[in-house]
């Protein structure tokens, strides 16, 4: 099969976006992927994004989105147009759609809030997203999301214990290799008090760092600021830092 002629944008990808490949040899070069392999994997993009659609149209949402997620992840990495990139966005959320999360749709479609597609999608979920939020306790717990790339979602849990609130933390910074060799991973967990939305967690001992993080958290989402500190002990660039979407209770 002559993958160029049955997949027209993946022709246009290797005639327009060539000199981006060339800019990112120097990176393969560095990690052991040759410019063929790193060409390879970037002509799949359109098979990820026809199986996740072969999926999708037999209603099994849950297979065409690991297939998305992984049009998602070579998109970023091959460094496609950000019309692309969202593209695969919001095929991960329409997926999310018809399983009824509309908290985690929302979050996928407002990693580029500004594309049109996105910008179409959320104003059709509009209604869905706010019947979702009013449904949502005004307690902490809960799930909270913050995009790190390559289809991974830093994640905050908070559930009770006793009076007060268990925290657990899994972090991600997904760098230009992340789809080759996995990201940088970091995570914690603690007991904190929460009181009226607000937190705060000091991280302490050798392998912990010495990071201060504050927590302000309401009904739809969290802002966590690192306040103190240099060292997290986490991997390379993972923060806990940023604003994250609540898509679970």
């Known amino acids: 099969m002559d993958i160029k002629r049955f997949y027209p944008s993946v022709r246009r990808f290797i005639q327009m976006d060539a000199a981006i490949l060339l800019l990112m040899t120097p990176f393969f070069?560095?990690?052991?992927?040759?410019?063929e392999q790193a060409m390879a994997n970037c002509l799949k993009i359109s098979e990820y994004s026809?199986?996740?659609?072969?999926?999708?149209?037999?209603?099994?949402?849950?297979?065409?989105?690991?297939?998305?997620?992984?049009?998602?992840g070579w998109s970023e990495s091959c460094?496609?147009?950000?019309?692309?990139?969202?593209?695969?966005?919001?095929?991960?959320?329409l997926t999310y759609v018809h399983e009824g999360n509309y908290l985690k749709a929302r979050a996928w479609l407002s990693i580029l809030p500004n594309d049109k597609k996105s910008i179409f999608n959320l104003g059709k979920?509009?209604?869905?997203?706010?019947?979702?939020?009013?449904?949502?306790?005004?307690?902490?717990?809960?799930?909270?999301?913050?995009?790190?790339?390559?289809?991974?979602?830093?994640?905050?849990?908070?559930?009770?214990?006793?009076?007060?609130?268990?925290?657990?933390?899994?972090?991600?910074?997904?760098?230009?290799?992340?789809?080759?060799?996995?990201?940088?991973?970091?995570?914690?967990?603690?007991?904190?008090?929460?009181?009226?939305?607000?937190?705060?967690?000091?991280m302490s001992g050798e392998d912990e760092g010495d990071c201060v993080y504050d927590f302000d958290i309401k009904k739809e989402r969290m802002t966590v600021k690192r306040t103190a500190g240099e060292w997290c002990g986490f991997g390379h660039n993972v923060?806990?830092?940023?604003?994250?979407?609540r898509v679970e209770f």
């Open 125 to 202: 979920i509009s209604d869905d997203v706010k019947n979702a939020l009013e449904k949502l306790p005004n307690q902490s717990e809960g799930q909270y999301w913050q995009y790190a790339g390559a289809a991974l979602w830093k994640s905050m849990t908070i559930k009770p214990q006793g009076r007060k609130y268990r925290v657990d933390f899994q972090g991600y910074y997904a760098g230009l290799m992340a789809m080759y060799y996995g990201p940088n991973i970091g995570e914690f967990s603690t007991v904190l008090e929460i009181d009226n939305g607000k937190a705060n967690y000091t």
């Open 29 to 35: 070069a560095q990690a052991d992927i040759t410019e």
């Open 239 to 245: 923060g806990a830092e940023g604003i994250y979407h």
């Open 79 to 93: 460094q496609l147009d950000e019309q692309k990139i969202a593209l695969a966005y919001n095929n991960v959320a």
């Open 50 to 72: 026809a199986e996740g659609g072969k999926y999708y149209k037999l209603k099994q949402y849950a297979k065409a989105r690991k297939q998305y997620e992984q049009q998602v």
